[in-house]
């Protein structure tokens, strides 16, 4: 019996006491299936995660150039050079220069796109027309330094011209001309309503253009001319809702 227990002690008893390997692991399937799970999970969050910081990238660059602009009106007015005052009607190429006085620009280019300023671009939803107006129009345009592109369509002084058909994307309100913003300049995606917006010009300086009617609808399935005042006036949106 001494014997025994002796030999139980030293070759039973510490194999009783070790944790099973059989318990701890995962089999090849289990772990396969896991890695699946996870890549699912990612593939469906992961680009929509990405493309609302994109969005906000897209809006928080939008609100800076639109104070920008804001902010080199009254620079002109206070050197009493403002656009208003010393261009004559439809001058686009006047307006573009004025501006151009007071911005830090790298190009300043005449013509369609694609050019040094500006890439072929379409409207949300791949519409290339709003109206009589088509986003790739040759109006005088420039580049600046921070990479932001502008466009430039001058009406007239007494913000009244009521013939051209630009002036229903302000509603009701008549304006004296207009710019087309592209947040990135020729950087992708190049489509209103993401990174292109557009600005109406006052006689004392620039606000959002939108639609009158179902702002928001235009912004998720038309043009995307409203976004210009949804992301200033709500601070952005998500292009995926319904």
């Known amino acids: 019996?001494?014997?025994?227990?002796?030999?139980?002690?030293?070759?039973?008893?510490?194999?009783a006491l070790l944790p099973s390997k059989k318990i701890l692991a995962f089999t090849l399937a289990e772990v396969l299936i896991t890695l699946g799970i996870i890549?699912?999970?990612?593939?469906?969050?992961?680009p929509t995660l990405m493309s609302k910081i994109q969005e906000k990238r897209y809006t928080t660059q939008y609100k800076k150039i639109f104070s920008e602009l804001?902010?080199?009106?009254?620079?002109?007015?206070?050197?009493?050079?403002?656009?208003?005052?010393?261009?004559?009607?439809?001058?686009?190429?006047?307006?573009?220069?004025q501006f151009a006085t007071k911005m830090k620009i790298s190009h300043s280019c005449n013509g369609a796109p694609p050019n040094k300023c500006l890439a072929t671009s379409?409207?949300?939803?791949?519409?290339?027309r709003y109206?009589?107006?088509n986003v790739n129009d040759g109006w005088p345009s420039l580049?600046?330094?921070?990479?932001?592109?502008?466009?430039?369509?001058?009406?007239?002084?007494?913000?009244?011209?009521?013939?051209?058909?630009e002036t229903a994307w302000a509603g009701t309100l008549r304006n004296c001309g207009w710019v087309?913003?592209?947040?990135?300049?020729?950087?992708?995606?190049?489509?209103?309503?993401?990174?292109?917006?557009?600005?109406?010009?006052?006689?004392?300086?620039?606000?959002?253009?939108?639609?009158t009617d179902n702002k928001i609808n235009d912004c998720y399935k038309g043009t995307g001319i409203s976004c210009a005042s949804i992301r200033i006036n709500n601070g952005g949106m998500h292009f995926s809702d319904p």
């Open 1 to 15: 019996m001494k014997s025994n227990y002796k030999k139980c002690l030293v070759s039973v008893c510490p194999n």
């Open 39 to 46: 890549g699912i999970v990612a593939a469906m969050t992961i």
């Open 70 to 97: 804001n902010q080199t009106m009254k620079m002109l007015e206070n050197d009493e050079s403002s656009p208003i005052t010393m261009c004559k009607s439809f001058d686009d190429t006047c307006f573009r220069d």
């Open 122 to 128: 379409t409207f949300l939803n791949n519409q290339v």
């Open 131 to 133: 109206y009589k107006m």
């Open 143 to 165: 580049v600046t330094l921070s990479g932001y592109s502008v466009k430039f369509r001058y009406h007239r002084a007494d913000c009244n011209f009521v013939e051209d058909a």
């Open 180 to 211: 087309q913003v592209d947040t990135n300049g020729l950087n992708a995606p190049n489509i209103v309503g993401k990174d292109i917006f557009f600005l109406a010009f006052m006689q004392d300086g620039f606000i959002p253009y939108y639609e």
